[in-house]
């Protein structure tokens, strides 16, 4: 059985984590994809080694931080797309979450996408596309459950939601990734093309009967 010191152990390590997770944070948002774990380190007021006691190596960082901002996203997500309002506005609402949390955090989306190739190399262990395609995968399925749920597929649809859910987060991830380096129109023009790119056969479906709108 656990005892009452165990269990404040294990409190104390978990705050401990967050506060270096938050100073990984600062540094990446000042750093962006150049952040070191020496400056990282040094932002905790630790030494390095401390750092990897808690994180393992560098990857195990970079997941940490992923699943955090991850995390952070899928839940701005499902709140836009399950809003009071009808399925065009709801879908362009979702766009928008998207594009809006790259938009306001671009280091933090550089340092996840697109490492520095001097910090992430691939013969000290570390490979950014074995990290950050899961990121992207997990945002893939969530969007397939969502959209599972609340439209009405028909024979096949839980595949197809699949189909659709990844087909959309590659969409929204090259579209934003291409947008943020040339900024060639504003991000309410980018939502709305997007918006009519998706509004095909997803307008003409039916909901499914008894359960939510989308």
């Known amino acids: 059985m656990e005892t009452t010191q165990q269990a404040e152990q294990q409190r104390s390590a978990k705050e401990r984590r967050r506060q270096l997770l938050e100073a990984a944070d600062r540094v990446v948002l000042r750093d962006g994809p150049g952040a070191s774990m020496n400056a990282i380190a040094a932002e905790a007021g630790i030494t390095k080694p401390i750092l990897y006691r808690h994180f393992g190596d560098k990857g195990g960082l970079y997941r940490a931080l992923a699943k955090r901002h991850t995390d952070a996203l899928l839940d701005a997500l499902r709140a836009a797309l399950d809003a009071p309002a009808e399925r065009r506005e709801r879908v362009e609402a979702t766009l928008d979450t998207y594009l809006a949390a790259i938009e306001a955090r671009p280091q933090v989306y550089r340092f996840l996408m ?45 595949q197809l939601a699949r ?7 590659g969409m929204m991830h090259a579209a934003g990734d291409w947008w943020l380096g ?33």
């Open 163 to 169: 189909v659709w859910g990844h087909g959309i987060v």
């Open 114 to 158: 697109h490492p520095a190739e001097d910090t992430y190399l691939p013969e000290q262990g570390f490979d950014v596309g074995r990290h950050s395609a899961p990121l992207l995968r997990r945002l893939g399925e969530e969007l397939a459950k969502v959209i599972w749920e609340r439209v009405d597929l028909g024979p096949g649809g839980e």
């Open 182 to 214: 040339e900024r060639p129109c504003s991000r309410e023009q980018l939502v709305h093309s997007l918006a009519d790119l998706l509004w095909g056969r997803l307008a003409g479906l039916e909901n499914r009967a008894g359960g939510p709108g989308f």
